[in-house]
């Protein structure tokens, strides 16, 4: 008889950028695509929106790294309520 291998369930890209934003306070593109693989940062942080969170975007200035040339990119902030 076999025995049935427990798979470990991997992280979602939103549970690891939800898991990042508490204890960083923001992420950036930069940072969701080298830490954890996630190109579309955007569609994460929409649907978290959708759920509820409260993550404001900054946009920030910047250079791009290849050309040089001035560009921007989001920072997105998460806002935690403050509790009474």
Known sequence: MEEKTKKTKKP?????????????GFIEPDTA????????????????????YNIETIDMDGVNK???APCKH???VLH???VA
């Open 74 to 76: 989001a920072k997105y």
């Open 12 to 24: 979602t890209q939103k549970e690891m950028v939800l898991g990042h934003l508490p204890e960083h």
């Open 33 to 52: 695509w080298t830490q954890y693989g996630c190109y579309r940062l955007g569609a994460v942080i929409f649907v978290l929106r959708k759920e509820g």
């Open 66 to 68: 290849i050309t040089g």
């Open 80 to 82: 935690v309520a403050e």
